[in-house]
Every structure is written in C-alpha cells, then in structure tokens.
C-alpha cells in the first residue's frame, strides 16, 4: 500500500465550473502523476511532478493546470470544466528506487454536464 | 517519444485456455516495459515488468512476458486462464532516462466457462 488518497472519488459539475482533483501521499515520494482514464484510449499522461514546485506537462495537458507546494498534495485543476473532461482521473506515485513502476491510487470519477 | 500498441481491444477465452495478449513499443536504445492490470472498478496494479537481464519474466500469477527487441514486443501469456483474470491489461513502456509511463489503450481479457 503505498498511501495514496484521491478526493472527491465522484464529482459531478456543470461545463464552465472550476474542479480542483486532489491526490495525497502519506510516504513523501518524489515523483507524482496524474494520468485520465477514458474507453479506447488507455491511460494518458496529463502532468507530472517531480518535486515540491517542479512539475512538467504530459501529453493531454491542454485545459488542465497542477500545483504541488508540498510533498504530499499534488493538485489537478479543471479551470472551466468541459464535457470533453468527462473522465476517470488516476493519480500515481513512483519510487525512485524501483523505475519506473508506479502504484495508483482508486481514481477520480469526474462527469462534467 | 516512445508509443505503445495493444493489438486487440478484446481477448475472450474460455477458462483454462492459453492465452496471449500483444504489445508491440516504438524503438528506443533502452527501455522498460510493463504490463499492469486493472480488475472492474479498481486502479491499475503492477503485473510484471522487464528492465534489463533475461528476457522472460514472470508474475506471481502465472502470467509470463518475452523482451523481444528484435521485434520491439512484449507480449504477455498465460497457458492457463482462470474466470478471476477477467480484467483490462495495459502494456507500458518509459525510457531509461525518464519516469513517466505511457500506456497501450488496453486489452479486455474475458473469461468464461
């Protein structure tokens, strides 16, 4: 079990709002992803982060922002939410001893109207 | 940047039929792969991975994988399928050099008696 909390589990908006995703660790590891979940597309990258205010894009970046000011807490924001952001979102941790090999955490289920 | 292709969508077999599903990677110098399973409803869970050594490797499960580089797969099988490895199985592949994972679309593994 590596720690890894993400709220709210199901969240349903309205195209336009703001969303903000949260994903927290108890085990202060580096590296932290936030991946969407969608039908015949797998999972895609959205952004990642590699320390406390060091983050980098992915590539579904478009209409999403992160922020990471502590360890623990890696943000995903929906500035103004569309339907085309209607997904499950994935937040992963991985160890730096163990490359590349991420755990997840029980996802997000987001459906914007 | 490195791609990854499942070559079916959707594997049914009957219980205890082998199995084989497809992962073909980009080529890169140096890579590692994995495949992770996601059973209903759940996060994605490391099944096996390859970094470097012997090419065949092994899950807990009965699962197994080749490292073919000469055909840039990582095809994964099982000579024996239970109902309970019904699931979606994701092949993943990260260069040396970085941490993020990109992932295959999936394959729907269903198995009925």
């Known amino acids: 079990d590596a720690g890894i909390t993400q709220s709210p589990r199901h969240k349903v908006t309205e195209t336009g709002t703001p969303v903000t995703l949260r994903c927290h660790q108890t085990?202060?590891?580096?590296?932290m992803y936030w991946y969407r979940q969608d039908p015949g597309h797998g999972l895609r990258l959205i952004h990642y982060?590699?320390?406390?205010?060091?983050?980098d894009k992915g590539e579904v970046s478009d209409g999403y922002s992160v922020s990471r000011s502590k360890t623990e807490d890696f943000l995903l924001t929906l500035e103004s939410a569309t339907s085309s952001q209607t997904s499950v979102y994935f937040c992963?941790?991985?160890?730096?001893?163990?490359?590349?090999?991420?755990?997840f955490g029980e996802g997000s289920r987001l459906t914007v109207l | 940047a490195q791609s990854v292709t499942q070559l079916d969508s959707q594997v049914p077999v009957f219980e205890e039929a082998p199995v084989e599903l497809r992962c073909n990677y980009s080529s890169s110098v140096s890579v590692y792969l994995f495949w992770y399973v996601q059973y209903p409803n759940q996060g994605l869970q490391l099944l096996l991975k390859?970094?470097?050594?012997?090419?065949l490797v092994e899950s807990i499960n009965g699962f197994e994988a080749e490292f073919n580089k000469s055909q840039t797969s990582f095809h994964l099988r099982k000579p024996s399928v239970h109902i309970s490895d019904t699931a979606e199985y994701f092949c993943?592949?990260?260069?040396?050099?970085?941490?993020?994972?990109?992932f295959g679309k999936g394959t729907t593994l269903s198995v009925s008696s």
């Open positions: 992963a941790i991985s160890l730096e001893d163990r490359a590349g090999e991420l755990f």
């Open positions: 993943a592949v990260s260069d040396q050099a970085g941490t993020a994972l990109i």
């Open positions: 085990e202060n590891h580096r590296y």
């Open positions: 390859y970094l470097s050594g012997s090419t």
């Open positions: 982060s590699y320390g406390v205010k060091d983050t």
